[in-house]
């Protein structure tokens, strides 16, 4: 059977708050045993004594079951430190601000990292009244397509997400957007800053 939370994490994060395996035991209502177990893997928190658990530890449930540590520092809300995560299953685009521990269908799902455009994911960004025009020339079939475009400013994002045997472009509003995203489902993110075009 898989572990739901690791002893290391648990360790780990008691060692974190300074608590000793008594300390610790005390405010879960268990023995320093059972805490001991714990952390060596001959045993299980049940899973009613995750929630209790996670909150003396100073973390979420999430962040317990994941063994991650997640902070996020990014209280302004700069959209520039924007995160897209992607489900390899479904294809789900989720967005996040600052650090975040995401699954989908069950799958863990890393932030996407981006890469400089090459030949076949290059873009043309036009500037059509008062918005971008992007457009990628991109098959779209339904095993290899661009998933989504998306224009970011300091204060938003705007997304359109796109189909198999559609077409790869969008129109966004110019609104101080410094940075275009768009996204292969093989070959992953590219962006570029349409101001440079």
């Known amino acids: 059977m898989d572990q739901y939370v690791t002893g290391e994490t648990i360790r780990m994060l ?9 300390e610790l035991a005390a405010k879960m209502n268990v023995s320093d045993k059972t805490v001991s177990k714990w952390e060596t893997g001959k045993g299980y928190p049940d899973i009613t004594l995750l929630e209790p658990l996670a909150k003396a530890l100073n973390v979420s449930v999430t962040e317990l079951i994941s063994g991650s540590s997640v902070t996020n520092t990014n209280v302004s809300a700069n ?30 799902l890393a932030p996407v990292e981006e890469d400089e455009p090459d030949s076949m994911h290059a873009a043309s960004i036009e500037i059509v009244e008062d918005e971008y025009f992007v457009r990628i ?32 472009e969008a129109r966004f509003k110019f609104n101080g957007v410094r940075k275009i995203w768009w996204y292969c489902n093989r070959d992953g993110m590219f962006s570029a800053d349409p101001r440079k075009k």
Not at 85 to 97: E, K, R
Request: proline content about 4%.
């Open 14 to 22: 008691r060692e974190k708050n300074g608590y000793t395996q008594t």
């Open 79 to 108: 959209m520039f430190r924007s995160k897209f995560y992607v489900c390899p299953v479904c294809g789900n685009v989720i967005h996040s601000m600052g650090e975040a521990v995401i699954h989908c269908h069950g799958v863990a």
């Open 137 to 168: 020339d991109h098959e779209m079939t339904k095993k290899h397509y661009i998933s989504f475009i998306a224009a970011v400013s300091p204060d938003r994002i705007q997304i359109v997400k796109l189909y198999p045997e559609g077409n790869a």
